[in-house]
């Protein structure tokens, strides 16, 4: 089991739920861990509704009706990217369950995001507007 945290101020949960997703699998590309298929297990409905939105978010080059680019582009277009590096099937799980191991893994990293914020709130003027971090348990 890899565990994988990191941070970023001045951001939104949806961004962070992304970020972590492309991480992730850049992790997995960058280490040799690419197995046929991967299963991403996920409570983000924003995450979870990226894949059916692909064709028409490309076609529209991330930029909405109103002609402003689309919230996270950046990494939408590395997670669109990414998938093609893996078959993958994204499952959504209730948050904030504990009742099977999927919830439990989900609720592991409610757990640890909860501490991840309460030691930043603690020390956040020591470490500024940094880029997002990445450090492995």
């Not at 565990?3 to 951001?11: A, F, R, S």
């Not at 949960?13 to 991967?38: C, D, F, I, N, W």
């Not at 998938?83 to 993958?88: E, N």
């Given at each position: 089991k890899v565990v994988l945290k990191g941070h970023e101020l001045d951001t939104t949960h949806q961004r962070m739920e992304l970020l972590a997703v492309v991480r992730s699998l850049?992790?997995?590309?960058?280490?040799?861990l690419t197995p046929k298929s991967v299963t991403l297990f996920t409570d983000s409905q924003y995450v979870t509704?990226?894949?059916g939105r692909r064709e028409k978010l490309t076609k529209?080059?991330?930029?909405?009706?109103k002609k402003n680019t689309l919230a996270n582009a950046d990494l939408i277009g590395q997670f669109f990217d990414?998938?093609?590096a893996f078959t993958m099937s994204i499952v959504?799980?209730?948050?904030h369950r504990t009742t099977s191991t999927d919830e439990q893994l989900n609720g592991e990293v409610d757990k640890l995001c909860r501490q991840l914020?309460?030691?930043?709130?603690?020390s956040e003027k020591e470490i500024g507007n940094q880029p997002f971090s990445l450090t492995k348990d």
């Amino acid at each position: 089991k890899v565990v994988l945290k990191g941070h970023e101020l001045d951001t939104t949960h949806q961004r962070m739920e992304l970020l972590a997703v492309v991480r992730s699998l850049e992790y997995m590309r960058e280490h040799g861990l690419t197995p046929k298929s991967v299963t991403l297990f996920t409570d983000s409905q924003y995450v979870t509704g990226l894949p059916g939105r692909r064709e028409k978010l490309t076609k529209a080059g991330f930029i909405t009706k109103k002609k402003n680019t689309l919230a996270n582009a950046d990494l939408i277009g590395q997670f669109f990217d990414l998938c093609l590096a893996f078959t993958m099937s994204i499952v959504k799980v209730k948050s904030h369950r504990t009742t099977s191991t999927d919830e439990q893994l989900n609720g592991e990293v409610d757990k640890l995001c909860r501490q991840l914020v309460r030691r930043l709130g603690e020390s956040e003027k020591e470490i500024g507007n940094q880029p997002f971090s990445l450090t492995k348990d």
